[in-house]
Nanobody
Framework: QVQLVESGGGLVQAGGSLRLSCTTSKRTFGNYAMAWFRQAPGKEREFVAAISRFGRNIYYADSVKGRFTTSRDNAKNTVYLQMNSLKPEDTAVYYC?????????????????WGQGTQVTVSS
């Protein structure tokens, strides 16, 4: 497992932007595929985006395609989620997750390391 720390959440008006970061001290960060999930109050955790170990494969939920971009910098042990054109329905706690080895990038069960989450609130 790897310890993950998210940052960058906050309050933003609809149409605004935020960039989330997720970092680890693990020097083998490049061994991990990474993902972002979110959970709104009263709802189940849902997939947002995922990126393979070296960024060659990237996946997005339909609800965020064209608005969110995930990227990673293995030299900085960090993965990012750039969120543009934010909507009130994007309000949630956002979690980053790490997976080592094979697994379905869309499923939370594939990931065995999770950050503590960062709150994103989008006002209308």
């Amino acid at each position: 497992q790897v310890q993950l720390v998210e940052s960058g959440g906050g309050l933003v008006q609809a149409g605004g932007s935020l960039r989330l970061s997720c970092t680890t001290s693990k020097r083998t960060f490049g061994n991990y595929a990474m993902a972002w999930f979110r959970q709104a109050p009263g709802k189940e955790r849902e997939f947002v985006a995922a990126i393979s170990r070296f960024g060659r494969n990237i996946y997005y939920a339909d609800s965020v395609k064209g608005r969110f971009t995930t990227s990673r910098d293995n030299a900085k042990n960090t993965v990012y989620l750039q969120m543009n054109s934010l909507k009130p329905e994007d309000t949630a706690v956002y979690y980053c997750a790490a997976r080592q080895g094979a697994g379905d990038p869309y499923r939370s069960e594939s990931y065995n390391s999770w950050g503590q989450g960062t709150q994103v609130t989008v006002s209308s």
